[in-house]
């Protein structure tokens, strides 16, 4: 396995070590993620739906950063990290161990079920993809994609609260199937972390978004990378006016 180094935080009052890769991009993207640079926890009355602990899956855990992160701000949640690189799942295993609350599903998630040849990362592991691009080497591990909505039925997940979804490029796909499958729960996701990797992307997620939820926060890096966040309708409803800052010509 490549070289790791442990970082300690603090968060919500909790003392935390993450176990990263010994990389720039590994502990970069750790730091901002457990400084609560990237991802906003609003409070919990506001976010859960369904009147029960939260439900947050987070495809695309990686080494459990942002699974950490939610477990810390929402310690009652359940929280599902989907990650399928043989690279990352140790180091993963490692940080949630702590967290009772969390499961770790070792698979990727697509449109149908399939083995699919995983590209390595470049510079670390945080790039691997199942898409070749620059980011990623020629050498790749295959592992095991299963169709989202089919996934979702096994594991019993009747609703979401929150939804993190960085995979790489596998977005629009993901995105698509559970709205095509499961356009109710989708619906009624309060908050949707996603992250695009290419302009294309970027701007079918918000075609696929448009009719439940608006753009509520967001960090472009580029014109082809950054994360987004969308709030449903009626996640804005419960938490104040979603139209109190609106200026337009048009009614």
Not at 18 to 38: A, D, K, M
Not at 68 to 93: G, K, R
Not at 168 to 189: K, N, Q, R, T, Y
Request: hydrophobic share 35%; proline share 8%.
């Amino acid at each position: 396995m490549s070289p790791t180094i442990d970082r300690d935080y603090r968060v919500n009052d909790v003392d935390i070590s993450l176990r990263c890769f010994h990389t720039g991009p590994s502990q970069l993207v750790s730091h901002l993620i457990l400084t609560g640079e990237t991802y906003a926890v609003p409070p919990i009355e506001q976010l859960v739906t369904a009147g029960a602990a939260p439900v947050i899956v987070d495809i695309g855990a990686n080494i459990g950063a942002s699974s950490v992160w939610f477990a810390a701000n929402y310690p009652s949640a359940v929280i599902h990290a989907v990650e399928p690189s043989p690279d990352c799942l140790p180091l993963l295993t490692h940080n949630l161990q702590p967290w009772p609350h969390t499961q770790i599903h070792p698979i990727g998630l697509g449109d149908h079920d399939h083995t699919a040849p995983l590209y390595h990362g470049v510079k670390d592991p945080v790039t691997g993809s199942l898409i070749p691009s620059a980011l990623t080497a020629e050498s790749s591990v295959p592992v095991t994609v299963r169709g989202a909505s089919d996934w979702l039925n096994e594991t019993g997940i009747d609703h979401i609260d929150v939804l993190k979804l960085d995979t790489e490029g596998s977005e629009v796909p993901i995105l698509s199937h559970l709205i095509a499958s499961h356009a109710a729960m989708v619906a009624d996701i309060s908050l949707l972390h996603l992250e695009f990797h290419s302009e294309t992307d970027r701007r079918r997620l918000d075609d696929l978004l448009q009719p439940t939820h608006s753009l509520t926060a967001g960090t472009v890096f580029d014109s082809h990378r950054g994360e987004v966040t969308y709030s449903s309708r009626r996640f804005l409803e419960r938490t104040g006016d979603p139209d109190g800052q609106r200026i337009a010509l048009d009614p």
